[in-house]
């Protein structure tokens, strides 16, 4: 990525920002992020060093608030920025150039990393095509035939669940029925003609005649 601050320009930039309130580094950190849109985030081993200088050189001072460290531009560093405001304007003027060209930048390098991963896509595709192709027709047929038993597998789960709901539901109904007196003496037989009919049919759906 191009350099963002010519030489000497991010420690005039820092001043500038402190101007508008004291941060600790983090913020400032975060406020060059905002600036840049995103596009650039300095890192601690960038901003803090200059810090320090400043600091040596008696334009900011620093204060604990707990565990964070607060940065407060003095007099002298005021004093500073006023002799200099038309270098800082040129700074700015650099850093709304900066934005655009990163910018400019990110978005190539999307535009890149799209092409490469359309282009890895349409090989991987060609790739399982090919693959696809070379299959052993005896590999399809053995895995067919997994299919086909998973297949029957899960079926006869399904209806050995619906087999013990019927019964339960049905046990649960006549224990009622018989428990109050009301459990007519032709349910037996119809139960048993019912079942014998179901199990016929099942049996011929199923080709075992």
Do not use: C, W
């Amino acid at each position: 990525m191009s350099p963002v601050f010519s030489h000497g320009s991010l420690r005039l930039y820092l001043l500038s920002l402190l101007e508008e309130s004291p941060r600790h580094g983090y913020e400032l950190i975060q406020a060059l992020t905002d600036r840049f849109g995103g596009t650039y985030s300095p890192s601690a081993g960038t901003i803090y060093p200059r810090l320090a200088k400043l600091e040596e050189e008696g334009l900011v001072t620093k204060t604990a608030e707990g565990r964070k460290t607060v940065y407060a531009i003095t007099d002298a560093g005021r004093a500073e920025l006023e002799a200099r405001r038309p270098e800082l304007d040129a700074i700015e003027e650099e850093v709304t150039d900066s934005v655009r060209r990163l910018a400019d930048e990110v978005r190539a390098g999307v535009d890149d990393a799209m092409r490469t991963l359309r282009a890895e896509l349409a090989s991987a595709a060609r790739q399982a095509k090919r693959n696809a192709s070379r299959v052993d027709p005896r590999q399809q047929a053995r895995e067919a035939g997994r299919d086909v038993r998973a297949a029957g597998a899960a079926a006869v789960r399904e209806a050995e669940a619906a087999l013990n709901e019927f019964r339960q539901q049905l046990r649960t109904d006549l224990r009622s029925e018989a428990a109050r007196g009301t459990l007519p003496e032709s349910v037996v037989p119809l139960l048993k003609s019912e079942l014998d009919r179901v199990q016929r049919a099942v049996v011929e759906a199923i080709g075992r005649r």
